[in-house]
C-alpha cells in the first residue's frame, strides 16, 4: 500500500513536468522493494534487537517471539533422547561390566583352586601307592578336581554369553530405531524453537518497527521492514523514442541533490503496456502522450538514495 501511493503521487508530479526538459532528459524517483519480516507461528513480540536506520547483515537476530513452550518442549525431546542412547548402551553392553569382571575374578579363583587340588591330588596318588595314603583320600581329590573344571567351563561359558549378546539382537534393533525416533523429536523441537526469532536474510536497513515488545501478533504478519541495498531503484517513464535509445545503451546517470556528479545506473525494465497522458485518446498528434514505466538499477553509491527521493534521468545517446 505504501509503495501504491508513492507510486501514484510520483507519476502525477512527474507528468506534471515533464515539459519543457531536454528529451535527453526525465524525471524520476527512487523506488525502495521493502522486505517484511514475519514468522509462520503467533505470539508476543519478546524483543525487537534493531531499531529504525540500523544497518543489518545477513544472519542478524532482528526479533524473538515468546518460546518458553518450545524451550520445555526441547527439554523434554533431549531428556527422552539420553534415556533412549543409555538403554541402547545398556543392551549393547548385554552383560554390565562389574558382573564381567566378576566372572573373570570367578574363573581365576576357580584356575587356582583347579591347580592346588591337581597338585595335591597327584601326590596323594603317587602316596597310595606306596601304601601311605588311603585310596578314599584321593578318590575325593579326584572327585574335587572334576567338580572344579566343570565350574571352570559354566564359568567360561557364561562370560562368553555375556560377551556375544546371543538373543540381544532383536531388543538391539528395537532400541536403535526408537533412539532414531527421539532424535528426531530433539531436531523437530529444535526448529520449532529456532521458528520464535527472526533473522535478517540479507544485508539491509532496517525502514520501519511495526510491533513492539509485549504486542501479540499474528503468524505470517510482518514485525518490522527492511531495505536491502538491492532493492533500491529508479523508476520513471519513456516516451516510445526514448525506449529505443535504453535499447541499444541501457546505461544512464542519476543526478539528485547530494549526488556530486550523478549515479550511474542500468536500466533493468521497461513496462510492455502503456500508460496515457490526458487525454487518454491515442492518437498519431498525441503520441508524444504515450509513456511506458522504466526500472533502473544504480551500479554504486546505493546509499545515497532514498525511496521517494526525486531524481533526474539523463540518457547516453
Not at 527472526?198 to 504478519?221: F, K, L, S
Request: include cysteine; charged fraction near 25%.
Amino acid at each position: 500500500m505504501k509503495c501504491a501511493v508513492l507510486a501514484t503521487a510520483a507519476i502525477a508530479v512527474l507528468l506534471a513536468g515533464c515539459n519543457g526538459h531536454s528529451d535527453r532528459e526525465v524525471q524520476g524517483y527512487v523506488e525502495g522493494d521493502f522486505v517484511r519480516i514475519s514468522l509462520p507461528a503467533s505470539g508476543i513480540v519478546e524483543n525487537v534487537l534493531v531499531k529504525r536506520g540500523d544497518h543489518v547483515v545477513k544472519g542478524t537476530v532482528l526479533f524473538t517471539l515468546d518460546s518458553e513452550r518450545e524451550k520445555a518442549a526441547l527439554d523434554k525431546a533431549r531428556s527422552e533422547l539420553d534415556v533412549a542412547e543409555a538403554q541402547l548402551s545398556n543392551l549393547q553392553a548385554t552383560v554390565r561390566n562389574d558382573e564381567i569382571s566378576a566372572l573373570e575374578a570367578e574363573i581365576k579363583e576357580l584356575k587356582a583352586q583347579l591347580a592346588y587340588t591337581s597338585k595335591s591330588y597327584r601326590r596323594k596318588f603317587g602316596l597310595s601307592r606306596a601304601g601311605a595314603a588311603s585310596l578314599d583320600e584321593v578318590e575325593r581329590l579326584r572327585s574335587e578336581e572334576q567338580v572344579i573344571k566343570a565350574k571352570i567351563l559354566a564359568a567360561e561359558s557364561r562370560l562368553r554369553l555375556g560377551q556375544q549378546s546371543i538373543g540381544r539382537d532383536g531388543e538391539i534393533e528395537a532400541a536403535q530405531k526408537i533412539l532414531k525416533y527421539r532424535l528426531a523429536a530433539v531436531r523437530g523441537a529444535e526448529a520449532d524453537l529456532a521458528l520464535r526469532q527472526a533473522m535478517a536474510p540479507a544485508d539491509a536497513v532496517v525502514n520501519d518497527i511495526i510491533y513492539r515488545p509485549g504486542e501479540t501478533v499474528a503468524g505470517g504478519q510482518a514485525v518490522l521492514e527492511l531495505l536491502p541495498p538491492q532493492n533500491v531503484k529508479a523508476r520513471f517513464f519513456l516516451s516510445p523514442e526514448q525506449i529505443g535509445w535504453v535499447a541499444e545503451n541501457p546505461e544512464i546517470t542519476l543526478q539528485c541533490e547530494g549526488c556530486g556528479n550523478g549515479i550511474s545506473a542500468k536500466v533493468s525494465y521497461v513496462a510492455s503496456e502503456a500508460s496515457y497522458r490526458p487525454p487518454v485518446l491515442y492518437s498519431r498528434n498525441q503520441s508524444e502522450r504515450l509513456v511506458f514505466l522504466a526500472e533502473a538499477v544504480p551500479l554504486n553509491s546505493v546509499g545515497l538514495l532514498r525511496p521517494g527521493q526525486p531524481l533526474k534521468v539523463v540518457f547516453q545517446k
